[in-house]
């Protein structure tokens, strides 16, 4: 029962690097998210895709974008990245209004 | 805006204490959601609360939810190793079943 998988789960990028975060759910969910996770400051809803064809900005979009692929597949693409952009950064999916179910996070540092 | 501010930011105790953290809201709750993250893994969630007053159980946690839906609490009662972790709140954001607002957690250590 795989559930969330992301990759990779660990990554260094040097500033301006490009890289895509890779994400899929086999649940049969309809609702994806991407989050990151910063110290003293909870997870932050960075875009989301309420069903296959949409997606929507979240609370920090900016220096971020997103893909979904497909029902399973949504992804999250740093352009050009920079160091503020160090964070762990975790894809979920769920049903709507349902409970959401969390992939193990990228570990993602910036230098 | 929203605003979720748990106590305390950390928490270490022996094992077999009891203890009590707590998740406070700017404003009204929608529906409160208490997650458990492990070092390394993502939050799973623990509880989903929408009713004042509303007390639920799972084994040792206890969940309560304020009679004003601006607070909630949860008491681990004798506390094993097993249950280290970030213990973080969320509540969905004026409603909407896609955006959750969170609380920065509470870091709890149980120590053998």
């Known amino acids: 029962n795989a559930g969330v998988t992301q990759t990779p789960k660990f990554q260094v990028l040097k500033t301006g690097q490009s890289m895509t975060l890779q994400c899929a759910q086999d649940?049969?969910?309809?609702?994806m998210y991407w989050y990151r996770q910063d110290p003293g400051m909870g997870l932050r809803l960075i875009y989301y895709?309420?069903?296959?064809?949409?997606?929507d900005k979240g609370e920090v979009p900016n220096g971020y974008n997103v893909s979904r692929l497909n029902k399973r597949e949504f992804s999250l693409r740093l352009e050009s990245a920079a160091p503020s952009q160090t964070s762990v950064y975790f894809c979920?999916?769920?049903?709507?209004?349902?409970?959401?179910?969390f992939g193990q996070g990228t570990r993602l540092t910036v230098v | 805006t929203q605003l979720l501010e748990q106590s305390p930011q950390f928490l270490s105790i022996q094992e077999g204490e009891n203890l009590t953290v707590y998740c406070n809201s700017s404003?009204?709750?929608?529906?409160l959601q208490w997650y458990r993250q492990e070092p390394g893994e993502g939050p799973v969630l623990l509880v989903t609360?929408?009713?004042g007053g509303e007390v639920k159980k799972l084994k040792r946690l206890t969940f309560q939810f304020g009679d004003a839906r601006k607070d909630s609490s949860l008491h681990i009662t004798a506390a094993q190793p097993g249950d280290t972790g970030l213990y973080l709140c969320?509540?969905?954001?004026?409603?909407?079943?896609?955006?959750?607002?969170w609380g920065a957690g509470t870091k709890l250590i149980i120590k053998p």
């Open positions: 404003s009204v709750f929608s529906s």
């Open positions: 895709s309420a069903s296959e064809g949409t997606t």
């Open positions: 649940m049969n969910h309809n609702s």
């Open positions: 609360v929408v009713t």
């Open positions: 979920a999916s769920s049903t709507g209004g349902s409970e959401a179910v």
């Open positions: 969320a509540d969905r954001k004026g409603g909407s079943n896609y955006q959750l607002i």
